[in-house]
């Protein structure tokens, strides 16, 4: 998975509680993506990172905060969880080189909002 | 209407086959293609990207695209149990654009 990691890979909270998701990479690439993945909907973006304490929202970022302190590392916090966000979650790493925009994903962390 | 339309499946064909998976799209600013590849509970993986209109082979693989018909295509000669997976289309127009996912056809190559 291209030097991506993301842990947890499983989660299953309660409404309301806040849960915070990790993406950690090894590559030095610039942007860092989360995407949620739901039945019908494919994959949609939640926010990305442009650089270090650089971030901008997605078309589903509602609910959603973010947070990039270090190159390697994105994490992804759900303020106060919903069972709507119940999802898996994937991060993904690009660089422009050798073409435009192309991601690699991590393996995914599958939350369950109960 | 979805700015990418892709049909979710499942597509089930014999080993050996020749697949075809489609995407059509309706924001004409796309340039570029992509294909992933997603097993089961498994990231997805970048499969080939293309530039603009034309085809562009890797092995097993061909990816088309007819700018014209706001329609792409990836072709998967001699089909293997292995190449079971979802397939998603994704495109963008370049630059600093994200990126727009198709929802994935769900492929199941029966040996």
């Known amino acids: 998975d291209a030097g991506i990691t993301q842990s947890p890979r499983h989660k299953v909270t309660e409404t309301g509680t806040p849960v915070t998701l990790r993406c950690h990479q090894t590559?030095?690439?610039?942007?860092m993506y989360w995407y949620r993945q739901d039945p019908g909907h494919g994959l949609r973006l939640i926010h990305y990172?442009?650089?270090?304490?650089?971030?901008d929202k997605g078309e589903v970022s509602d609910g959603y905060s973010v947070s990039r302190s270090k190159t390697e590392d994105f994490l992804l916090t759900l303020e106060s969880a919903t069972s709507s966000q119940t999802s898996v979650y994937f991060c993904?790493?690009?660089?422009?080189?050798?073409?435009?925009?192309?991601?690699?994903f991590g393996p995914g962390t599958r939350l369950t909002v109960l | 209407q979805k700015e990418v339309e892709q049909d979710p499946g499942p597509l089930s064909v014999p080993e050996g086959a020749i697949v075809s998976l489609n995407c059509t799209y309706s924001?004409?600013?796309?340039?570029?293609f992509m294909w992933y590849r997603q097993y089961s509970r498994k990231g997805p993986e970048l499969l080939m990207y293309?530039?603009?209109?034309g085809n562009k082979e890797d092995g097993r693989f061909t990816a088309q695209v007819d700018k014209s018909s706001k329609y792409i295509s990836l072709f998967i000669r001699d089909s293997q149990p292995s190449d079971s997976a979802t397939y998603l289309c994704?495109?963008?127009?370049?630059?600093?654009?994200?990126?727009?996912f198709g929802t994935g056809t769900k492929l199941q190559v029966i040996p």
């Open positions: 993904a790493i690009s660089e422009f080189f050798p073409g435009p925009d192309t991601q690699y």
């Open positions: 590559e030095n690439h610039r942007y």
């Open positions: 990172s442009y650089g270090v304490k650089d971030t």
């Open positions: 924001n004409s600013a796309f340039q570029y």
């Open positions: 293309t530039y603009s209109s």
């Open positions: 994704a495109m963008n127009s370049g630059g600093y654009q994200k990126v727009t």
